[in-house]
């Protein structure tokens, strides 16, 4: 059987059958992916709580475990994809990819990195700096003071910046340091078949289908 394509089946379709779930649990798409990877095919979800703050979108291993299991279901039943593949859901990540006008509005004040089809004004292609506030259809950059502000049509990628804040040296004999560090680094591991392992820089449920 040849590898499934990416026009092979509508991910619209799959949208759909996946929104009660989402809903289910209290939590909203933020992205759909199809991809081939080293490992094969893999349908990834990211999602967020609704209402959620922060960067992360406020989503849990447990949360990811959880829409991981019931999402596997949904599509078995539905049979909507016709090969073998890896199931990942996930969450934004605290260096979240920014897709829309809203998202760059959402997250005004917050440090982005913002990659450019064509030069800004000043000649850069990649600027990182605060997002300002910008007019519709333009997006605005604070770069070392100076305000850049590109059409949101040259934007060919941006994502937030995660920043590590300064934490004291915690004094001989208090452990409360070391083990919030152990904790952040496990979110950061590897995800292995089991789902709510956590990867990279999310959350994530993983399963394998078919």
């Avoid at 779930?21 to 990877?37: Q, R, Y």
């Avoid at 305000?147 to 590590?164: G, K």
């Avoid at 089991?194 to 990279?200: E, I, L, R, T, V």
Wanted: net charge neutral; charged share 30%; proline share 6%.
């Amino acid at each position: 059987m040849e590898p499934t394509t990416r026009a092979a089946f509508d991910l619209g379709r799959v949208r759909d059958a996946v929104a009660p779930v989402l809903a289910s649990h209290g939590v909203t798409l933020v992205d759909l992916e199809w991809t081939t990877e080293r490992a094969g095919w893999t349908l990834r979800l990211t999602i967020e709580r609704e209402g959620a703050a922060d960067a992360g979108g406020g989503v849990t291993l447990e949360d990811c475990a959880d829409v991981s299991r019931d999402v596997s279901s949904v599509l078995d039943v539905e049979d909507l994809i016709p090969n073998h593949y890896n199931l990942e859901v996930s969450s934004p990540g605290l260096d979240r990819r920014l897709r829309t006008p809203a998202e760059f509005v959402r997250f005004l004040g917050k440090t982005a990195k913002v990659k450019l089809s064509r030069p800004a004004p000043d000649g850069q292609r990649l600027l990182r700096g605060e997002l300002l506030q910008a007019p519709e259809g333009q997006v605005a950059v604070l770069v070392d003071g100076k305000r850049i502000e590109v059409p949101f049509s040259d934007v060919v990628e941006a994502r937030l910046v995660f920043e590590l804040t300064t934490q004291p040296k915690p004094k001989k004999g208090q452990r409360q340091g070391k083990e919030t560090a152990k904790e952040s680094g496990q979110a950061r591991r590897s995800a292995g078949a089991a789902p709510g392992s956590a990867s990279g820089r999310s959350e994530r449920g993983s399963e394998k289908r078919k």
